[in-house]
C-alpha cells in the first residue's frame, strides 16, 4: 500500500472536474509547476507531470510494471463482476504484461501487424474515406465524429483482424462505452451493461478464432495463427484471442479522437488549414503537432515496483499506482519552445509521448498515422471551405482519452 504520510498533494487537480475535462491544459501548466509529482486522493495515484519524469516512468521497466495499464480505475461491483465470471477468459498480452513474457508475444504481434499488412491498408481507408465523405458532405451541416471519425478506425480494425462486414454493426455496439469502464467512474448499471458486451464480444474473438483455425485467410488473425501453428509454445489460443479482442480497443477511440482533434485544431488555426489544403505534404506534421498539442492519449498508467525518486527529489514510494500525465509532458517548455503555441511546422513535434516511449510504444502508431494522413487528404482536397458550426464541444468523463464527442460542421 501507498505510505501517503508527507505525500505531496496538489488541490488543483480535478481530473472529473468540468473545467478539467474542458481543457486540462491550465491545470497540467499550474501543477507541472507547483508539485512536479504528487499524490492525488481522489485517485489513490501519484501524479507525474514533466516530460523527463514521464519518460523515465514510461521506460523504466526495472523500476515500473505497466500491470495496471488496462485495470479499471474504481473496481468492478459484484453484479459486473459476477457477469465477466461467467466466460470471460481475457488474459494480459502487451499493455499490461511485463518482461520477460512481454517481448515474447509482442514479437509475434511485429510479424503479423507487418509494415506490407498496413500499407495494404491503404487503398481501403481511402475507399472507406471516400464514402464517408460522400455522405457527410452532402449535406450542408453535419457530425464529424459520427459520421467518419468514429466508425473509420473500428472498421478498418476489423478489416485488419478479418472480422467479417457484416457482422460490422453488432460489433461497434459490442465495443463501444468500454473506455468509460476503464478510464472512468461508471454507475452500477453502466458496469453491467459493458460487462455484457465485454463477455459477448470474448465469445464472439473465441468463435472467430475457431473459425480461422480451420478456414485461414490473408489477415492479422490468420497470420498470428500461422505462428502459433508452427510452434505453439510461441502464443497460445488463450493469448491469441486476447491480443484480437484488446486490438479492438486499442485501435478504435485513440485514433476517433485523433482525427477528431486533429480537425478541431486544423479549423480553430486557420491559416494552418489553409496551408495543408494547398499543400498536402504538411499534413503528416500537421497530425503529429496535433499528437503533442493535444493529444488522444493524455496520460497512461504505471505501477511501482521499487522507491522511484525523480526530478526536484520528489519520490514516489513502492507499490503506487502512477498516473502519467502525457498531455502535461508534451507541453513540458523545459522540452518544447513555445510549448503552448500549435505550430504544424514544429520540427521536433515528434517528439512527444502521446504513443508511449520503451517497450509498450504503441504497436498502432504506424496505422494511426496512416489512418490520420489518408483521411486528412480526402478531406482538405474536397472541403478546404470547412468550418465550425457554433457549438458546445463536450469530452467524456474519463481520465485518459481525450476527444470531443461530437464536432458539428458546415461548408463556408
Ligand atoms: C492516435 C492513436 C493512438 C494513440 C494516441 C495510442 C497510444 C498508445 C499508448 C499511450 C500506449 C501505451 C504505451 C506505453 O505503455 O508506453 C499504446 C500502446 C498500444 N497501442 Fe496504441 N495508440 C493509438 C492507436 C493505436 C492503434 C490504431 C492500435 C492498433 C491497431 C494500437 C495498439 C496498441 C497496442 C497493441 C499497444 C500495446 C503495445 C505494448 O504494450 O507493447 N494503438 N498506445
Known sequence: MDDRAG?????????????????????FAAVREETPAFYSDELGMWVVTRYDDCATVMSDTDRCSARNAQDPLLPFGPRATA????????????????????????????????????????????????????????????DWVS????????????????????????????????LVMLFGRPTDDEQVR??????????YCVDFVARRQRDRSDD????????????NSAISIQELTSVIFGLSIAGHETTTNLLTNTLWLLLRHRSQWDEVCVDPSLIPGAVEESLRFDSSVNAWRRY?????????????????????????????????DGADRFDIHRAD???????????HFCLGAPLARLEARVVFEELCRRAPDLILADQEIR??????????????????
Open 220 to 231: 492479422f488473425t490468420s497470420a498470428l495463427l500461422d505462428i502459433h501453428d508452427a510452434d
Open 83 to 142: 457477469v465477466l465470471q461467467d466466460g470471460f477468459g481475457f488474459v494480459p498480452t502487451m499493455t499490461n504484461l511485463d518482461l520477460p513474457e512481454h517481448t515474447r508475444i509482442r514479437k509475434h504481434n511485429l510479424t503479423a501487424f507487418s509494415n506490407r499488412r498496413v500499407a495494404e491498408l491503404e487503398p481501403v481507408i481511402r475507399d472507406i474515406t471516400t464514402s464517408m465523405l460522400d455522405s457527410m458532405l452532402a449535406e450542408p451541416r453535419f
Open 194 to 203: 459493458v460487462a455484457t458486451n465485454m463477455r459477448d464480444f470474448w465469445g
Open 395 to 412: 469530452f467524456a468523463p474519463i481520465i485518459s482519452f481525450r476527444g470531443p464527442t461530437e464536432l458539428v460542421l458546415e461548408r463556408g
Open 349 to 359: 513535434a515528434r517528439r512527444h509521448l502521446s504513443f508511449g516511449k520503451g517497450i
Open 7 to 27: 505525500c505531496p498533494a496538489n488541490e488543483r487537480f480535478d481530473p472529473f472536474g468540468p473545467a478539467y475535462l474542458a481543457d486540462p491544459y491550465p491545470t
Open 147 to 178: 459520421g467518419l471519425a468514429f466508425p473509420l478506425p473500428i472498421t478498418v480494425i476489423f478489416e485488419l483482424l478479418g472480422f467479417p462486414d457484416s457482422d460490422a454493426e453488432m460489433l461497434k455496439a459490442w465495443t463501444t462505452e468500454r
Open 304 to 336: 511501482s515496483l521499487v522507491d522511484i525518486e525523480l526530478g526536484e527529489g520528489v519520490t514516489i514510494p513502492a507499490d503506487a499506482r502512477i498516473l502519467v500525465l502525457l498531455g502535461s509532458a508534451n507541453r513540458d517548455p523545459r522540452h518544447f
